[in-house]
Every structure is written in C-alpha cells, then in structure tokens.
C-alpha cells in the first residue's frame, strides 16, 4: 500500500471556496499583522530619536 486511497476524493465548488476564502482571510490577517507589527515599530524608532534630541525638539514644540 502506498497510503494513496484507491477511489479519489473529488472537492465540491463549495469546499474550494471556503478554502479559497480561508487563504485570503489567513493573507489579510497575516498583512494586519505586519502592517501593526511595522506601525508599533516606527512608533518606537520615533520615541527613541526624540529622546536622544529633545533639546532639539523643542524648538519645533513651541505654537503660537
């Protein structure tokens, strides 16, 4: 036996769309993922170059 079944399973229309719509649900919610991953991380990047200049900073902090 090679583990193959002998009668072949064949997928209605139905079962290739949920699967079609559970991968692009998946590539959406990895992209989600990121696009938060990658905003959280600029965030951080930004603090920590405000906190190495905030004499600097502060010149663009006053408003009139």
Do not use: Y
């Not at 193959?4 to 989600?32: F, H, M, N």
Request: charged share 30%; proline share 2%; hydrophobic share 40%.
């Amino acid at each position: 036996m090679n583990g193959l079944s002998a009668k072949p399973t064949t997928k209605t229309d139905r079962q290739i769309e949920r699967e079609t719509v559970a991968t692009v649900k998946g590539w959406v919610a990895d992209w989600d993922q990121r696009k938060r991953s990658l905003h959280d991380a600029a965030i951080l990047l930004i603090r920590s170059i405000d906190r190495g200049s905030e004499n600097t900073m502060k010149e663009f902090a006053v408003v009139s």
